[in-house]
């Protein structure tokens, strides 16, 4: 089993920025790649980002690319969003996950759907006031 926790969701203003973690416990020595998703208020979970298993790829959603920056630091098992340039429809609750079968990915391929990964976090709060 792996425990994930998010956490630096907040309120910002339109423009601002953010950094997300995403905090890995448990069977962290298995590989595992991770992404970030977001749910807004009666909509279904977007896919915004995720990364291999080294950090040594990504891939990104077109609405986030040349705004958001996924990384992950395995020494510290811990993952990371930095979001620049935010705007009011960023507005979501942010989850982290973690997937073993999608660890080797690479590129596009790592764009899966939610039911892919294997564990998540709670959820951290992002509002982007206009």
């Known amino acids: 089993q792996v425990q994930l926790v998010e956490s630096g969701g907040g309120l910002v203003q339109a423009g601002g920025s953010l950094r997300l973690s995403c905090a890995a416990s448990?069977?962290?020595?298995?590989?595992?790649?991770m992404g970030w998703f977001r749910q807004a208020p009666g909509k279904e979970r977007d896919f915004v980002a995720a990364?291999?298993?080294?950090?040594?790829?990504?891939y990104y959603a077109d609405f986030v690319k040349g705004r958001f920056t996924i990384s992950r630091d395995n020494a510290k098992n811990t993952m990371y969003l930095q979001m620049y340039n935010l705007k009011p429809e960023d507005t979501a609750v942010y989850y982290c996950?973690?997937?073993?079968?999608?660890?080797?990915?690479?590129?596009?391929?790592?764009?899966?759907?939610?039911?892919?990964?294997?564990?998540w976090g709670q959820g951290t709060q992002v509002t982007v006031s206009s």
């Open positions: 996950a973690a997937s073993t079968g999608l660890a080797y990915y690479s590129g596009s391929l790592l764009r899966r759907p939610a039911n892919e990964y294997d564990y």
């Open positions: 448990g069977r962290t020595r298995s590989s595992y790649a």
């Open positions: 990364i291999n298993w080294s950090g040594g790829s990504t």
